[in-house]
């Protein structure tokens, strides 16, 4: 048998056939999540036969396109995009996710370790079954690459095949326009090729110097700290301080926290996290929060389980999990606990009069939601433990991500006790989520949907606010989102702006 499939392969296939092959193998094997999505979205027969036609000769002409000058090279890399488009289906069949700029993020932001996360029995047969195998067959077929008359040929022909559908297509702007995102995110591999490189340039920009803010100035002498705390993949839903009908807040309720009703301005960790420290909504990136009160004298810390972080410039203490461990030998470093430890210690030293303190932590992120809490909070049983999240009983996948919640609640409780025990400090504590999370809602799991068209489940958060002073919360506020950390952190820490703004401060201003 392998001797024949050897003689097969090495007789020689002219190039115009074999790009009929892998593009029609392309267009079936990996655009039924795309032809289904043309289906739902009403889209007339002829925009269907398009689509499918375009598919085709599009697919048809970059291989020719690559194979004929390219040659080995260009087989290779059409052979690593066959596993990247293999890959891309099993995650938007099992999550339904779009692959648009930002969910390319959330891919980049997935360190190696998480990754592994990911790859049950499902992925491994996707993986070699749609992606090694017709990758194989691209580099190891022998290919008669024919005359530059015949490439030309198919090309031009190509050209004017393209230009012919969408001629007839004029009149379909409208329908084109209005799913745009959808279908751009859905045909593989330029959705993740085309995105990812939109997201590199996205990440170039927050790499880079940030724009200045006008300078800011301390007014007071007095003794304040703010500890943010940033959630991650938190949703106010199943917070019993937002009315969840399961006790996951006991201690913050028994602290007497406020919970605000909150949406995120975004639904994957960098865009999140930076809006949270921003002082407004811009595209360009400004100086965040901390680089921006550290310029003003503030002392900042910065501890981190997580990543996805704007590089931040001007903060002297910027601590990792391991750091923490470092001078903590006792700490456990699987659990954000860790971000806590010794912090009462950093309030008493601290090196100026204003504070704040940072914690970013990662622990509802998913799909592994039983591994980010210690056994003792695994109270909602039976907890979720597999990595299919959406062949999981969606029963127990809740229970899990409770159990997050719930250590959530230990853990910003503690962050409250430590502040407690610094009896001349006037202490605030800022809890908030980089966004929602969805679980198995309209079949849809985790995050990442672009903000215009994600569930509620992915944009309702949690901001709960403490304060030792018991500082009252302005009245004629009913939503807040992530821009209002920024304005209530200066508030809090006596802090003047020009950049400062009174309608974004959550706490009342005695006239
Ligand atoms: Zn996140």
């Not at 932001?109 to 049950?120: D, L, P, Q």
């Not at 839903?237 to 009315?243: D, I, K, P, R, T």
């Not at 508030?491 to 201003?509: E, G, K, M, Q, T």
Request: net charge negative; glycine share 6%.
């Amino acid at each position: 048998m392998w001797q024949r499939v050897r003689e097969r392969l090495r007789r020689p296939m002219n190039i115009t056939w074999f790009s009929l092959v892998v593009s029609l193998f392309t267009v079936v094997a990996f655009h039924a999540p795309l032809m289904r999505a043309v289906v739902e979205g009403d889209a007339s027969w002829l925009i269907v036969a398009s689509f499918v036609v375009l598919l085709v000769v599009v697919n048809f002409l970059v291989t020719t396109l690559f194979l004929y000058l390219g040659r080995m090279v260009g087989r290779v890399v059409m052979a690593i995009l066959m596993i990247g488009n293999a890959m891309s289906l099993y995650f938007i069949n099992t999550y339904e996710v779009l692959l648009t700029r930002q969910m390319m993020g959330n891919v980049f932001n997935t360190r190696y370790s998480e990754a592994s996360a990911y790859m049950g029995l499902d992925a491994t047969l996707y993986f070699l079954l749609l992606g090694v195998l017709p990758a194989l067959y691209i580099v190891l077929r022998k290919v008669d690459y024919g005359t530059l008359r015949r490439f030309v040929l198919s090309v031009v022909a190509s050209i004017v095949a393209v230009v012919g559908v969408g001629a007839a297509n004029m009149n379909s702007v409208l329908w084109i326009d209005r799913h745009a995102t959808t279908i751009g995110s859905l045909v593989l591999p330029w959705s993740y090729v085309v995105n990812s490189i939109r997201q590199y340039n996205h990440v170039q920009m927050l790499n880079r110097e940030p724009i200045l803010l006008p300078d800011a100035t301390i007014t007071d002498e007095e003794r304040d700290v703010v500890v943010l705390v940033i959630g991650e993949s938190a949703r106010s839903a199943n917070f019993s301080l937002y009315g969840y009908d399961r006790d996951t807040n006991p201690l913050l309720a028994a602290d007497g926290v406020t919970a605000l009703r909150a949406r995120a301005s975004a639904t994957y960790t960098t865009e999140g996290v930076k809006a949270i420290l921003s002082h407004k909504r811009v595209e360009e990136y400004y100086e965040a929060l901390p680089d921006y009160l550290a310029r003003a004298g503030v002392d900042v810390v910065w501890r981190t389980s997580n990543w996805g972080e704007p590089t931040l410039h001007n903060v002297a203490r910027y601590e990792r999990v391991q750091d923490v461990k470092a001078q903590h030998s006792e700490a456990d470093d699987r659990y954000d606990e860790i971000l806590a430890c010794g912090l009462s210690d950093i309030v008493r030293g601290a090196t100026s009069a204003k504070q704040l303190v940072v914690l970013h932590t990662s622990t509802s992120h998913g799909p592994e939601y039983d591994k980010r809490y210690p056994k003792a909070f695994r109270r909602f049983v039976p907890a979720c433990n597999s990595v299919e999240v959406s062949k999981a009983d969606r029963g127990e996948l809740i229970n899990a991500y409770d159990n997050t919640i719930l250590y959530t609640d230990y853990l910003v409780h503690t962050v409250i006790e430590a502040l407690r025990a610094c009896d001349d400090v006037r202490a605030t504590v800022i809890y908030v989520s980089d966004h929602g999370e969805s679980l198995g809602e309209d079949n849809l799991y985790m995050h990442g949907m672009p903000l215009d068209m994600a569930p509620s489940e992915q944009v309702d958060i949690p901001f709960v606010v403490w304060t030792s002073d018991g500082a009252p919360l302005r009245e004629d506020i009913t939503t807040v989102g992530h821009f209002h950390v920024f304005h209530s952190v200066l508030h809090r820490l006596s802090i003047d702006s020009p950049v400062y703004d009174a309608s974004r401060n959550i706490f009342a201003v005695e006239e």
